[in-house]
């Protein structure tokens, strides 16, 4: 008999097991099997922080969850599927199971040990069975005997366990094998033995499938939103990287990366790594002190330079940050934010660096803050924040976070022709006589590379004479410069975008959400909308200043609802800023991502209260 096939418009899926079971790898090869056959995708890979932790431990459990459909705009909040590899893996995901949806599970591997080692019972397993489908698959068992003549030892077989899962999920989803199969050729390409291997594996799991008839089969409907182009799918890390890259060729200047590593920013280092053909400098420091400093005297040397860290690197650059505003030098900070404080939850997600952005220096010390929103406009803001330090000679603070430097949407490859363009401050040589700390009308001061005849100049921590730039402690001079810093900043809310409003304008709650909560506030407010309850959202890119409309969109809202994933940071931002507007607060802390479910539970809560 055929199976049912379900019609769906969405589909949320979670592989999930030991740290070195191959789960990322899994997740990313349906992620991208869906968007190349067109489909919306979002995902939120989320795994510990050990390199190697405890094996069959709740700890030690990596996931990878992708949403996947018609119109996505964040990775989903409880699960159609959960692949499980362990007992572990089905202890920490089971509650983001929605009920009657599918469980598969390797029963190899739920043995008396393994579900000791994650503190549970078998007799736990049973349980589940009335509230899910739960498919039961000896997966280890059933790689090894399809890759019984490749060859391969016992272990190396088991090490394709997940790729015969992912042939069982591309069976349920109806997904075409010969994407990932070329994906394998290409890692593979000098152990075709391993290859083959995989793509045995692969099929065997896909076959598998079609003979269980307890296996549901899903049709999802493909995206008629996305616009025709050339799309690739894209992590923030990634976005950030060649945004900033897009705007050193825009701008025709040489490009250098002075950085530290540090989860969950590594990968942006890694990838201008990679970019020596397009003339790219990367650095590897000793340190975070090294990676900003070597990347403030690139800046003097007349590059596009920028240097990425997370929470406790931004702490210890903070001096040099200092020295990039008093030198008024172009600089790039890239902040991917992490669960804190100190060492905190390196590999989770979190937006608590706000304050630390804003003032985290001595002295005065003002700084452009600005956010991106998605993987893929990470692009955009790394380009923006790059065209702000250029153009306006100031160091520009980008906040991303482990949210978005992690997941990954499809990403429209845009054309340089249409990027906008960058005009620097580099001063010509041949020009007139050169004052170092002359300014233009967005009092920026000119920009004169070292070794040009004519053009000599100070530059350092010492407080400089106006125009001239020679050292000066005079007191009327300081505060004039101060003042110059802090207004250059100011200014920049004349050439901000202005607030814009999504949802419901009548409403009388405006939801207020700033960075990476766009996906799941936006999601919670359309559907809201659809069910007929009136609420609208303003999100936040600029944050210092502030878009210069920001006080006439709040009063057009009896209530205002800031939602962030701190305690409340920006909230408090806009209160200093706003004082004569009411800002309630919906903060999470757990190193998740809000879920739509919350969401539109505390929205319907404000509107209901009168």
Known sequence: MAKKIIEVDEVVIKFAGDSGDGMQLTGTQFSNTSALIGDDVS??????????????????????????????????????????????????????????????????????????KAGCLQDKLKEIYE??????????SLTKEALVETGLDSKSMARSKNMFTLGMVYCIFDRPLDHTEKFFDKKFGKKPQVADAN???????????????????????????????????????TATAWGLLAAAEKANLPFFLGSYPITP?????????????????SFQAEDEIGGIVTSLGASFAGHLAATSTSGPGLALKSEAIGLAVITELPLVIVNVQRGGPSTGLPTKTEQSDLFQALYGRNGESPVPVIAASTPS???????????????????????????????????????????????HKVKAAGDDEYMPYKRDANLAREWAIPGTKGYEHRVGGLEKMDLTGNVSYVPENHELMTKYRENKVKNLENIFPDLHVEGDENADLLVIGWGST?????????????????????????????????????????????????????????????????????????????????????????????
């Open 199 to 237: 793509k045995k594996a692969l099929r065997a799991g896909f076959n598998y499938a079609v003979t269980i008839h307890a296996m549901p089969s899903f049709r999802v409907h493909h995206s008629d939103t996305i616009e025709k182009g050339r799309y690739r799918n894209m992590n923030g890390n």
């Open 518 to 610: 766009y996906g799941h506030i936006t999601t919670a407010i359309r559907e809201l909308n659809s069910e007929g309850i009136k609420v609208a959202h303003t999100h936040f890119n600029y944050i210092n200043p502030l878009p210069k409309n920001t006080k006439e969109v709040f009063g057009r809202y009896k209530k205002h609802l800031v939602c962030e994933i701190n305690l409340g940071q920006f909230a408090g931002y806009l209160e200093m800023n706003h004082p004569e507007f009411d800002f309630k607060k919906f903060n999470k802390m757990q190193g998740l991502p809000f879920t739509v479910v919350e969401l539109k539970e505390k929205f319907t809560q404000l509107i209901e209260n009168k």
């Open 265 to 281: 920013a590594t990968e942006v280092l890694i990838e201008i790594a990679k970019r020596r053909d397009l003339g790219a400098k």
């Open 131 to 140: 509230d899910f489908n739960v498919i039961q698959a000896p997966v280890t």
């Open 43 to 116: 995902t939120f890979p989320d795994y510990p922080a050990e390199i190697r932790a405890p094996q069959g431990t709740v700890g030690g459990v990596s996931g990878f969850q992708l949403h996947f459909g018609k119109i996505i705009e964040n990775p989903g909040d409880f699960c159609d599927v959960l692949v499980a590899m362990n007992p572990a893996a089905l202890k920490a995901n089971i509650r983001w199971v929605k009920d009657g949806g599918t469980i598969i599970i390797d029963t190899d591997a739920f043995t008396d040990k393994n579900f000791k």
């Open 377 to 423: 406009n990470c692009f955009d803001f790394a380009f923006e924040a790059s065209k702000i330090a250029l153009e306006h000679m100031t160091p520009v603070l980008l906040l991303t976070d482990g949210f978005l430097a992690n997941g990954t949407e499809p990403w429209k490859i845009p054309s340089m022709k249409d990027m906008p363009e960058i005009k």
